[in-house]
C-alpha cells in the first residue's frame, strides 16, 4: 500500500534488486566522496558540476551534504554501530546505468550480496532528500522518507509499500525514483579488483 502521493502511474517492485549501481565521472575517478576533500577542494569540485549545467546543485550544497552525512553517520552508528569507512561510498539500488545525470555518466554495478549486511545502510529516496534537517518531515504521507534503514528494514519497506522498477524510464518512476546505498566498507571492492582502496 502506497501511502506517498504518485503523480503518475508507476511500475512497483516489490523485493530488492540483487544488483547496486555506483555512478561517476570518469575525471573524477570511482567510489570517491566529496565531504572526504577538503572543504576549497570540494566546493571547487561542486562549482564545476554546477558550471556544467547542474543548476540544482545550489550555493549551499556542500554545507547540507556535510549536515546530511553527519545524520547518516549518527545513524549508521546507532543502527549498525562502528564500520571500516567513517563516510560512504553512494550506490543506488538496481542497475541505474542508464546515464541519466550528465554529471556521472560512467557506471560501475555490483551484487548486492558483494557487502556485508552490517556495512549496508540505505535512504529511500537519497540521503539528502530523506535527512529531516535539510527538509520538511512528510514522514506521515511518505513512510520510508527520514529514516536510515538497514538490509533488513529496507527489504520490509520495499515488501511493504514497493519502490518504482529502475528498469522503467526516469519520467515513469516518479518523485521517489530511488533507492541510494550506502557502502561503510570498501574491502569487498578492493577484494574483487575493482577499486584500489583509499
Excluded at 570518469?26 to 554546477?50: K, M, Q, T, Y
Excluded at 557487502?115 to 549496508?120: G, L, M, P, Q
Excluded at 535539510?134 to 519502490?163: K, M, Q, Y
Aim: aromatic letters at 10%.
Amino acid at each position: 500500500m502506497i501511502r506517498c502521493k504518485r503523480r503518475i502511474e508507476t511500475v512497483l517492485l516489490h523485493s530488492l534488486p540483487t544488483v547496486i549501481t555506483h555512478n561517476f565521472h570518469p575525471a573524477r575517478g570511482a567510489f570517491r566522496n566529496v565531504c572526504s576533500l577538503p572543504r576549497d577542494d570540494a566546493e571547487r569540485i561542486i562549482a564545476s558540476i554546477r558550471h556544467d549545467g547542474h543548476a540544482y546543485i545550489n550555493g549551499d550544497y556542500f554545507t547540507r551534504r556535510l549536515k546530511t552525512e553527519d545524520w547518516l553517520i549518527a545513524e549508521r552508528s546507532r543502527k549498525i554501530g562502528t564500520t571500516r569507512l567513517e563516510r560512504p561510498i553512494y550506490f543506488f539500488l538496481g542497475n541505474m546505468a542508464d546515464g541519466w545525470d550528465e554529471s556521472r555518466p560512467a557506471s560501475i554495478v555490483l551484487p548486492l550480496a558483494m557487502f556485508d549486511a552490517e556495512a549496508i545502510t540505505f535512504t529511500f529516496p537519497d540521503s539528502m532528500t530523506s535527512c529531516p534537517s535539510t527538509n520538511r518531515d512528510d514522514s506521515g504521507t511518505c513512510p520510508w522518507r527520514g529514516d536510515v534503514f538497514t538490509l533488513a528494514e529496507i527489504i520490509e519497506i520495499v515488501e511493504r509499500h514497493g519502490f518504482p522498477d529502475p528498469s522503467q524510464p526516469r519520467e515513469k518512476r516518479g518523485p521517489d525514483a530511488f533507492i541510494e546505498v550506502q557502502i561503510w566498507d570498501d574491502r569487498p571492492l578492493v577484494k574483487n579488483g575493482v577499486y584500489q582502496g583509499l
